[in-house]
């Protein structure tokens, strides 16, 4: 890993201006320009607020705000979509750049950084209109708010592993993008985003605990309505991310070589 990192470092410029091409891409010819990364995430937020809030009167059990449901599925929502994007980035950012990786002398780890720097750019700016709006309601959590980052930074580490693993495997064989479009919708529902996972029968609950997006869906949305954080969970995630980034960073050295052939 010590090798990675100093590769990242040296190569930071280069990394950082992939980014920027992106959003300079992503907003090309656009009459609003960069005002739609801020459009769409407020759209949503202002929508579900609306619809479960005011129309719905969705209530969260244990909480007597209006806003509950609102914030309970926002927190997870928004981190979801950091997850996904970074997976979907990542599985196709060496085949993508197929044409640099054959011709620059460039370490391939540099591709998936970049990709979830992307991500993680976007995740930023949706999550500062999400604090904008818990302040202006009187929900920001002030006391807990630490707890932020720190689930955060394991939640990039799990996204960035993930994400960098399939992109390895999508170079040597091509259905992985294909059956990661029908995982994530499988994974969307068994993750408790729109619905508490105290709403399963026991045996079912149990599974669903197992799966790694659960405690991160959790974490926020207990961080944004209690206050509070399972350290115990924190702990076995933030060992499995570990474990999962020094896998990818393991299968992207024993298959790098090979990669540049089969692209």
Request: glycine residues 4%; proline residues 4%; charged residues 10%.
């Amino acid at each position: 890993m010590i090798k990675e990192v100093k590769d990242i470092y040296k190569f930071r410029h280069f990394i950082l201006n992939g980014v920027k091409r992106d959003f300079q891409v992503r907003y090309k010819r656009s009459i609003l320009g960069v005002l739609w990364i801020f459009i769409q995430p407020l759209a949503m937020i202002s929508i579900y607020t609306l619809i479960f809030s005011q129309l719905a009167r969705v209530k969260i059990p244990n909480n007597d705000s209006m806003f509950g449901y609102s914030m309970f599925l926002c927190s997870g929502l928004l981190t979801w979509n950091f997850l996904v994007e970074t997976i979907t980035r990542s599985q196709s950012v060496y085949i993508d750049n197929a044409n640099l990786i054959k011709k620059a002398a460039l370490p391939k780890i540099c591709f998936p950084v970049s990709a979830t720097l992307t991500s993680l750019v976007n995740l930023i700016i949706v999550l500062s209109l999400f604090f904008l709006f818990l302040i202006i309601t009187g929900n920001f959590p002030i006391h807990t708010f630490i707890y932020f980052p720190l689930v955060l930074l394991v939640h990039v580490l799990f996204s960035f592993s993930v994400g960098n693993i399939l992109g390895v495997l999508n170079v040597f064989f091509r259905d992985v993008s294909q059956m990661m479009t029908v995982f994530i919708q499988v994974w969307f529902w068994g993750t408790p985003i729109v619905y508490m996972i105290d709403s399963l029968p026991p045996r079912l609950r149990f599974f669903v605990g197992l799966n790694p997006a659960t405690f991160f869906a959790q974490s926020y949305q207990s961080i944004v309505l209690d206050g509070s954080i399972n350290f115990q969970s924190f702990g076995i995630v933030t060992a499995v991310s570990l474990i999962l980034c020094l896998f990818s960073l393991r299968l992207l050295r024993k298959h790098g070589a090979a990669m540049a052939d089969e692209l």
